[in-house]
């Protein structure tokens, strides 16, 4: 079923996770969908060693009869993200749903330590999670307010 053929979305942190699994059912909706992650196959794996690259996530969105586009960039980068949404917007013309769903920091190794026990590092990498969302949104409601009409959501922060 195609009921969203025509709709233009990005997923934030789609690689991998809840992500990926929001992009796939964008692409079994019909939706052409931008899979924007760090991970790619050519670049640097992640420190946590989990499978899941941009490119993986866009072939199967294609497979499921959407458009799988990958997309990489470090969406907690300001420069990154602007330039994500200038190449949405002169591609496509538009942004109808933009799905937050990165995550940077491997907290599972330090899940059950006292929040006085983390490393400083962990700190660091959440709150460039925290940027990735806001820089994303705030991308995505400058074309959605010229165009009146868009959705953003905020689903997981992992």
Same mark, same amino acid.
């Not at 949405?88 to 942004?95: K, N, P, S």
């Not at 491997?106 to 460039?128: H, I, Y």
């Not at 165009?147 to 922060?157: A, F, M």
């Given at each position: =079923?195609?009921?969203?053929?025509?709709?233009?979305? &990005?997923?934030?942190?789609?690689?991998?996770?809840?992500?990926?699994?929001?992009?796939?059912?964008?692409?079994?909706?019909?939706?052409?969908?931008?899979?924007?992650?760090?991970?790619?196959?050519?670049?640097?794996?992640?420190?946590?060693?989990?499978?899941?690259?941009?490119?993986?996530?866009?072939?199967?969105?294609?497979?499921?009869?959407?458009?799988?586009?990958?997309?990489?960039?470090?969406?907690?980068?300001?420069?990154?993200?602007?330039?994500?949404?200038?190449?949405?917007?002169?591609?496509?013309?538009?942004?109808?749903?933009?799905?937050?769903?990165?995550?940077?920091?491997?907290? =599972?190794?330090?899940?059950?330590?006292?929040?006085?026990?983390?490393?400083?590092?962990?700190?660091?990498?959440?709150?460039?999670?925290?940027?990735?969302?806001?820089?994303?949104?705030?991308?995505?409601?400058?074309? =959605?307010?010229?165009?009146?009409?868009?959705? &953003?959501?905020?689903?997981?922060?992992?």
């Amino acid at each position: =079923m195609n009921r969203l053929q025509g709709k233009i979305a &990005i997923v934030a942190g789609a690689s991998r996770g809840a992500g990926r699994g929001i992009a796939l059912a964008l692409g079994d909706a019909g939706a052409t969908v931008y899979v924007a992650a760090r991970t790619s196959r050519g670049g640097p794996k992640p420190t946590d060693g989990a499978p899941g690259t941009v490119e993986d996530t866009a072939e199967e969105v294609t497979a499921r009869g959407g458009l799988g586009i990958p997309a990489v960039a470090d969406l907690g980068d300001e420069e990154q993200a602007g330039a994500l949404f200038r190449r949405v917007e002169e591609e496509q013309g538009r942004l109808d749903l933009l799905v937050n769903s990165a995550w940077g920091p491997n907290a =599972m190794a330090e899940w059950s330590r006292k929040f006085w026990d983390l490393s400083p590092g962990l700190w660091r990498e959440t709150v460039a999670t925290i940027n990735a969302g806001w820089f994303a949104s705030v991308h995505a409601a400058r074309i =959605m307010a010229t165009q009146r009409h868009g959705l &953003i959501v905020h689903v997981t922060d992992n």
